[in-house]
């Protein structure tokens, strides 16, 4: 197993300017039993570090949002001292600009003293001379920890990642409550700015570090598998495949790819897999996987540009492949010559789902009548599809919706070209075999299983492949020399 270390190192630096010296009890993590060894603990200690110091981050520009926005905390202390929303400064457009704590400390019972607020972790006090002396101390330290105190609380929540996120949401919620409750809280944010919260904090785990590669080449047995890291700043990518692979897909002139969402690891978005059409053997066969942390457009270009870096003088004909937008647009960007054409599959399924959803019918008959008539147009010529499908309104005026949803997703915003078939072989109209491969290699590796446990499957993958491309190659020789 070969590693290529990423090109530019993970920085270290601290993300947010807090003092660590003084809240250090909420930034500790439990060290993994499972890790032994103080170089790996201490690696692991500073990734899950760094990343809790993000997580803060995010949080911090959450609770300052909702507060500039709405002027909304009701209490600011942490116990027993509470300073209570007395007044609120609003600028022309009715922002807050300025939030007024009062004193209800129990010693001083008409202490002026009040903190201004620009957020909840900006302040300056303007004291009470006479009173100052009994909470000023008080109050300065429940400022300070504030800041960590709740948001370290909140992170324990956000690190436990078997949890959904209504799990977390709903936990999240009966915690802030329960602070409030006991006057250890300033305020809570609202279901959507909790959402959000979850979500930005969950996309920073899936950040894969360096360490992660390391115990991957360690673990693995040095094969002819390779394993390529790209890191592009901020995203990562890793690709799965072998030199063997790689050059039966240098030279597959038709390929097929689709990503799966099922047995992609801890920390990826899905796996796109490649698959080439070989013709000594006259079948495909996947030979490359893809960890890509997105479906974005630009993820899919470098993955392809990362791809022909390592497969020189790769230009395909023909590729197949899904109705994602993003996927389209990236194959024609890096391979401008080939013929892109819509899996016919995936064409029908579409069909099926939205024909119930627009028109729904009570006769099956009926709808089964619709499919057969809208899924035909994919075998007709390119030339004629558009009379066709007018005959067919004309002749179900009640499916209206119907048509028009097939009209606004397949005549204006893809080509007919790209969804019809009718010039094809048949074994070129879908990439079906992806589909069922897709459900073999969930059932092999399992579903949202570590990064290490999807190495090592998509190792023993394969070698099966190659050994399956090595046999029927063979068995096709005897059987031209006989």
């Known amino acids: 197993m070969e590693c290529i270390q990423p090109s530019s190192e993970i920085s270290n630096e601290d993300p947010n300017n807090f003092d660590c010296e003084t809240n250090i009890s909420a930034l500790e993590w439990n060290k993994d039993p ?17 990343q809790r110091k993000k997580m803060k981050k995010i949080l911090l520009k959450n609770f300052k949002s909702k507060l500039n926005d709405d002027g909304f905390p009701i209490r600011i202390v942490l116990s027993g001292y509470p300073f209570h929303l007395r007044r609120v400064d609003r600028d022309h457009q009715g922002k807050p600009t300025k939030l007024r704590y009062y004193c209800k400390h129990y010693r001083c019972k008409r202490c002026n003293c009040k903190f201004i607020a620009l957020s909840p972790f900006e302040t300056f006090e303007t004291p009470d001379l006479q009173h100052s002396n009994f909470c000023k101390q008080i109050k300065e330290q429940q400022f300070n920890i504030i800041s960590y105190e709740i948001v370290s609380k909140v992170i324990d929540q956000l690190e436990k990642p078997h949890m959904s996120t209504q799990k977390i949401l709903i936990k999240l919620q009966r915690l802030f409550k329960e602070l409030s409750d006991n006057e250890k809280c300033i305020t809570y944010p609202t279901k959507t700015n909790l959402l959000k919260i979850i979500k930005e904090s969950r996309c920073l785990k899936s950040q894969y570090d360096s360490s992660d590669v390391l115990r991957i080449k360690r673990t693995l047995d040095e094969t002819d598998n390779l ?10 990518m890793i690709i799965y495949s072998s030199r063997r692979l790689l050059n039966y897909l240098k030279t597959s002139q038709r390929i097929y790819i689709d990503g799966t ?3 992609s690891p801890k920390g990826a978005y899905q796996i796109l897999i490649v698959m080439g059409y070989l013709p000594n053997i006259d079948e495909t066969k996947p030979l490359c996987w893809v960890l890509l942390k997105s ?11 990362n791809l022909r870096s ?11 492949s899904d109705y994602k937008k993003s996927l389209h647009n990236a194959l024609v960007y890096c391979f401008p010559n080939a013929y892109k054409i819509g899996c016919w599959f995936h064409f029908k399924q579409c069909l099926k789902r939205n024909v119930n ?20 147009l994919a075998i007709y010529d390119p030339e004629t599809v558009i009379e066709q499908f007018l005959d067919t309104v004309k002749r179900y005026p009640e499916f209206d919706k119907f048509f028009k949803y097939f009209g606004r997703n ?11 078939v009718k010039y094809l072989p048949k074994e070129s109209r879908t990439n079906n075999p992806l589909e069922s491969y897709n459900g073999k290699i969930a059932k092999q590796i399992g579903q949202k299983r570590p990064l290490l446990d999807v190495a090592k499957g998509l190792q023993e993958e394969e070698q099966y492949i190659y050994g399956e491309i090595e046999r029927k190659h063979r068995i096709q020789i005897v059987k031209r020399n006989k």
Request: hydrophobic share 30%.
């Open 34 to 50: 499972l890790h032994k060894g103080n170089n790996i603990e201490e690696n692991q200690n500073s990734k899950r570090l760094k």
């Open 227 to 236: 394993l390529q890291i790209y890191q592009m700043v901020p995203e990562q």
């Open 261 to 263: 969402f099922k047995v």
């Open 295 to 305: 479906k974005k457009q630009e993820e899919y270009i470098r993955c392809f540009q």
């Open 310 to 320: 390592l497969c020189t003088n790769w230009n395909p004909n023909y590729s197949s």
């Open 357 to 376: 959803k627009y028109n729904p019918s009570t006769k099956d008959s009926t709808n089964k009548q619709i499919l057969t008539a809208i899924g035909n």
């Open 410 to 420: 397949f005549l204006k915003k893809w080509d007919i070209k790209f969804w019809n």
